[in-house]
């Protein structure tokens, strides 16, 4: 299997890499002048390479991508913690593009070890979403196409600021999972979204980005309604089951507002997600 590795490698390094880019842990990566073989490991970046453009270099994604549709149709190397080195390197690719934390740290230091570029992304917040894009037009050489769409995400991302500017903020509280409850915190990408579309997260104060909180903290917090994933497996009904969640004002009121599942991914499609919640928010 080593022999199989080494020689896969062999055949899998990049011809003609002759940029040095800085990813965003600040890993300095050497890259091909233009990239036609990249492998994609975590949803979003796959969501964010679509958009500009660079589809059809695409060679292989991780399971789970939903976002484009075109996306679904490339091969999968697997799931996003630990894809299959073996299959990633018969590929050939001249790029593969992760996440820490997303991705096992193992399998992205063997990839690098054996010589496959190998540059990261770590977006946080919506700001981390364009500047994300921003630092993949530059892995890709895609700086025009990258500058443009940064642009337009952000005219977007404004509009929807000032259409509900001066509008009465909805406190909410999103539980990505309720046992134990799961929720949104500082710097959490959808913390902006909520914030961005008129709304107040409860516990946007809490430092961690996807903290654990207990009952007693949400029903001190009094969330005025919840934010739910459409065919997600949280539903009004079943919090009602729980102990606690029927005595929340969200709960007693039954309001909850549903997005589909672009909130979960921090690429372009949570813009759509952000100008839906708005509507929401504000009809």
Do not use: C
């Not at 929807?160 to 046992?179: C, E, F, N, T």
């Not at 009952?215 to 606690?244: C, F, H, N, W, Y």
Request: proline letters at 8%; glycine letters at 6%.
């Amino acid at each position: 299997m080593k022999k199989l590795l080494i020689l896969l490698a062999l055949s899998a390094i990049p011809a003609h890499a002759s940029r040095i880019v800085t990813d965003e842990t600040g890993r300095k990566v050497t890259l091909p002048d233009h990239p036609h073989r990249i492998v994609s490991l975590v949803p979003n970046i796959t969501d964010d390479v679509f958009s500009l453009g660079a589809g059809d270099d695409v060679v292989a994604v991780s399971d789970y991508v939903q976002y484009p549709a075109e996306a679904k149709k490339k091969p999968s190397v697997g799931s996003i913690m630990k894809p299959s080195i073996e299959t990633i390197l018969s590929l050939h690719p001249d790029l593969v593009l992760g996440m820490p934390k997303a991705n096992d740290q193992a399998t992205l230091d063997k990839l690098a070890a054996l010589g496959i570029p190998v540059f990261l992304a770590e977006p946080h917040g919506l700001k981390g979403i364009l500047h994300t894009i921003a630092l993949l037009g530059d892995a890709l050489n895609r700086q025009p196409q990258a500058t443009a769409l940064v642009a337009q995400l952000q005219r977007r991302i404004d509009a929807v600021r000032a259409s509900v500017q001066g509008k009465p903020v909805v406190s909410i509280l999103m539980p990505v999972w309720y046992d134990p409850i799961h929720t949104i915190g500082k710097g959490a990408f959808i913390t902006d979204i909520v914030d961005a579309a008129g709304g107040h997260s409860i516990t946007d104060d809490i430092a961690q980005e996807w903290p654990i909180v207990s009952m007693e903290t949400v029903i001190s917090r009094a969330p005025q309604a919840l934010l739910l994933v459409k065919d997600g497996k949280i539903t009004l009904d079943l919090l009602r089951t729980r102990p606690g969640w029927s005595t929340l004002p969200a709960v007693k009121a039954n309001r909850a507002y549903y997005v589909d599942r672009r909130i979960d991914f921090p690429s372009p499609v949570a813009i759509d997600a952000l100008e839906d919640l708005a509507k929401q928010f504000h009809p």
